[in-house]
């Protein structure tokens, strides 16, 4: 597999271990049928003014289920 051999050498094991996070972020999004573009979007664009001791909220399965909650009370 070509992407598992470029992966090989990601330059300094800083840039390793963030490639990892967002990796599995990809990953779990997709697990959880969550289309990891817009989670990524949305949470980007949060995360500087998301209060901190929310944080778990920004992590994909919270994120999910804080949506459903949401789209569920709008339609009420």
Same mark, same amino acid.
């Given at each position: 597999? %070509? +992407?598992?051999?470029?992966? =090989?050498?990601? +330059?300094?094991?800083?840039?390793?271990?963030?490639?990892?996070? %967002? #990796? &599995? *972020?990809?990953?779990? #999004?997709?697990? *959880?049928?969550?289309?990891?573009?817009?989670? *990524?979007?949305?949470?980007?664009?949060?995360? &500087?003014?998301?209060?901190?001791?929310?944080? *778990? /909220? =920004?992590?994909?399965? /919270?994120?999910?289920?804080?949506?459903?909650? &949401?789209?569920?009370? $709008? $339609?009420?």
């Amino acid at each position: 597999m %070509l +992407g598992r051999k470029n992966w =090989l050498f990601a +330059g300094i094991e800083a840039a390793a271990h963030r490639t990892a996070i %967002l #990796c &599995s *972020l990809v990953q779990t #999004c997709k697990h *959880l049928q969550i289309n990891p573009f817009v989670y *990524l979007r949305d949470v980007i664009e949060r995360v &500087s003014t998301h209060p901190a001791r929310r944080v *778990l /909220e =920004l992590t994909p399965r /919270e994120w999910k289920r804080v949506r459903q909650n &949401s789209r569920t009370q $709008a $339609a009420v």
